[in-house]
């Protein structure tokens, strides 16, 4: 066993906790330096090593670190304060630490500086930093980072479930006599408010652990190795824009309008919120937004912020795209094409510090909206409420207005890409190509062809490595949970080549057909609602092909089990390629929610299937190394280490304006693609 890399491995469990107790379920110590203790423990070192050694079956040496480094930068951020990917201040500190984690010479004075600050620094700016090194650092890569909602329960969990799994783990000490905890749902407003009946997706713990992975692969700041990476404005866009798809197809299933942009943010916000879930570092809970909120300029000790500012930002990003340029800090002008318009754009309207052309004029519209949403109920700091869940990138998606504010940005985004010329008949045709048939079926026996299931399945997850300050003889804290489920299902395509051998990409979408009102949408509004389901190379040989596909390995998603993953070596699999999966693949859309809900009587959707040239999509990678284990999930969160595999833009062709007036008219249009109607029905009941 490699001491230094099972170290890394430990110092994520129980965040909250000082470096020098019991890790890996009371197996595992670490031997540490008199340097490595903080002054609470300097003069207690013998005691508290005595006390938490006994008994265990590994002690780890940890390095005396050969440079002790200044950490005056993250001092300005407490030990009990939120920590927030939003906030300047915060942004910068974590951008410090991250180089500081990245400069370390070597694997062991990593370990070693990693040991030595883990208890000098915010838990959670030290977890964020820390993941961000792990999965940079080339010395790292088989380092497994756990998924957040197991190192942070409490900021996806009910709070008196934590309660109970404390007191159950202290009284009963084999794991096997335990009480299973169940995770209530819908927990956080009653059904008289009509934005309940979406909790299930707003609140589901893959997606919001999701989001924060995803921020962790692709930061807003630090070190431009690690922020610099292929697309990555672009990818900001197309992200966010699917989630928001997505999420306005759920309304449908509930009957439910679009959600409305915000783009007055003078106007009082009609949704409230109460999320009822306690921050990991302070024990506090996350505060409420009540009904009807008026936004106000933020005035607080870690920065201030005015609508205004937000106002002047988005006219001058507006007025960039209607001039079709922006103007870099030399008055240089860029213009806003095709291909690299998009990209520009996300940079800066996430406003990456490094990428952005010109971030002193055009601002930082997206994350200062999430900082003046989310200090609502405190602007001015009175009442020393921190921010709400808008404020944490492993939180924000639970609220309503998250959807609302990426509306308005979407809007921006969609703004961009109409003034784009529409798509013509060489970028949208493949010659000599032609499907003839789609069909989408479940695996069981005698299934309807284009009908397919969601229900609720009852799931478990284990708590053990987030409690801090438990039990630590056992591993096994089950709490189960309900969450929305499909069923699995086979994509089969007839495909003709009129031509000699060829590739292609196989790009698979689903679009709702009606609104909440079963009115049928025009192409105009299912391209903007469309949801990327599937995208994959096919060889087609001359003549008819025959494609199959499982839904199990879309371009999309990941797997279950690797949303909610639990964290310790024995729940870790043997096989190589299994276990490299395993290590790196958290980011992704979870596959449990690949299907929207559907309806109980059935809710019908156009399949839709395009075979593009693999000629026009093919990206010459810089290196000629495989693909890492998490390829499976390039759509949302790119090849780690490799451009983006796709030389289309992304969300092509429903990306821009088509030269149709019904999906119809298109794929008859064009004979590489084709149509069909499915049916999503949704059973109500609970299945283990």
């Known amino acids: ?68 480094p200044n950490l005056e930068f993250a001092s300005k951020l407490g030990r009990k304060q939120q920590f927030s990917l939003f906030i300047n201040k915060h942004k910068e500190i974590a951008s410090q630490l991250i180089q500081l984690f990245l400069d370390a010479p070597n694997l062991q004075q990593f370990v070693a500086l990693a040991a030595y600050t883990k208890d000098r620094v915010n838990p959670v700016l030290f977890q964020y930093s820390y993941a961000v090194a792990i999965a940079h650092r080339p010395d790292t890569r088989t380092v497994p980072i756990p998924n957040i909602s197991q190192v942070f329960p409490s900021n996806f969990i009910e709070p008196s479930v934590l309660q109970d ?39 589901d713990i893959g997606v919001n652990s999701h989001h924060w992975h995803w921020h962790l692969v692709y930061p807003a700041s630090g070190p431009m190795e690690i922020v610099n990476k292929d697309r990555r404005g672009e990818l900001f ?161 639970r609220d309503p207005i998250f959807y609302r504010w990426h509306g308005f940005i979407d809007t921006i985004f969609n703004k961009h890409k109409a003034l784009l010329p529409v798509y013509n008949d060489t970028q949208l ?12 079926r479940l695996g069981a026996a005698n299934a309807r062809p284009n009908t397919l299931l969601t229900y609720w399945q009852r799931s478990s997850a284990n708590l053990a490595a987030g409690l801090d300050f438990g039990p630590v003889e056992d591993e096994n804290i089950t709490a189960t949970f309900r969450h929305l489920q499909n069923a699995p299902y086979t994509y089969t395509f007839n495909v003709i080549n009129s031509g000699p051998r060829r590739s292609g990409t196989c790009r698979i979408f689903i679009c709702p057909k009606t609104d909440e009102r079963n009115q049928p949408l025009r192409l105009e509004e299912q391209r903007l609602l469309a949801i990327e389901m599937d995208k994959f190379t096919v060889e087609l040989m001359p003549g008819e092909n025959t494609i199959r596909r499982e839904s199990t390995d879309s371009s999309v998603a990941i797997p ?46 156009d399949l839709f299937v395009m075979i593009s040239d693999y000629t026009q999509d ?9 693909n890492d284990a998490c390829s499976t999930a390039y759509s949302f969160c790119g090849l780690k280490d490799k451009l983006y595999p796709d030389k289309r833009t992304m ?29 999503i029905k949704f059973n109500d009941r609970v299945i283990g």
Request: charged share 25%; aromatic share 10%; hydrophobic share 35%.
């Open 165 to 203: 799994a404390r007191q159950e783990a202290s009284v009963i000490a084999k794991s096997g006599n335990r009480t299973v905890l169940e995770i209530p749902a819908n927990y956080t407003a009653s059904d008289r408010e009509d934005e309940q009946h979406l909790a299930y997706f707003r609140e």
């Open 429 to 440: 045709g493949f010659e000599g190509i032609n499907v003839t048939y789609v069909e989408a």
């Open 651 to 679: 969300g092509f062709p429903f990306d821009r304006r088509l030269p149709n007036d019904t999906l119809n008219e298109l794929v008859g249009a064009f004979s590489n693609m084709a149509k069909t109607d499915i049916t």
């Open 237 to 397: 866009y197309y992200m966010h824009h699917q989630l928001l798809a997505r999420y306005n197809v759920e309304r449908f299933c509930n009957r439910l309008k679009r959600t409305i942009p915000l783009s007055n943010l003078r106007e009082e916000i009609p949704e409230g919120y109460f999320p009822k879930i306690l921050s990991s570092i302070n024990n506090r809970t996350y505060p409420a937004r009540i009904s009807k909120q008026q936004l106000r300029d933020v005035a607080r000790p870690d920065g201030s912020i005015e609508i205004s500012e937000l106002e002047r930002w988005r006219d001058r990003i507006l007025a960039a795209i209607d001039q079709g340029y922006v103007e870099d800090m030399q008055g240089n002008r860029i213009p806003l094409d095709e291909v690299r318009g998009i990209d520009i754009l996300g940079n800066i309207i996430e406003a990456c510090n490094t990428l952005s052309v010109n971030n002193q004029f055009y601002g930082n519209l997206h994350n200062q909206g999430h900082t003046i949403i989310s200090f609502a109920h405190d602007p001015d700091y009175r009442h020393l409420e921190d921010f709400g869940v808008m404020g944490d990138v492993t939180t924000a998606m």
């Open 1 to 68: 066993m490699n001491t230094d890399l099972k170290a890394l491995e430990l110092l994520f469990q129980r965040p909250l906790e000082p470096v020098f107790t019991t890790r890996d379920n009371g197996k595992t110590v670490f031997d540490l330096p008199e340097s490595v203790y903080t002054d609470r423990y300097r003069n207690n070192t013998e005691e508290v090593s005595n006390r938490f050694s006994q008994n265990v079956e590994t002690r780890i040496p940890i390095r005396e670190v050969a440079r002790k």
């Open 560 to 605: 279950f089990e690797r949303s909610f993953r639990a964290v310790g070596a024995s729940y870790q699999p043997t096989a190589a390629d299994d276990l490299t999966r395993f290590r790196f693949c958290g980011c992704g859309w979870p596959q449990h929610l690949l299907l929207p809900k559907g309806k109980p009587e059935g809710m019908q959707f």
């Open 618 to 626: 093919a990206v010459q990678q810089l290196s000629n190394t495989p």
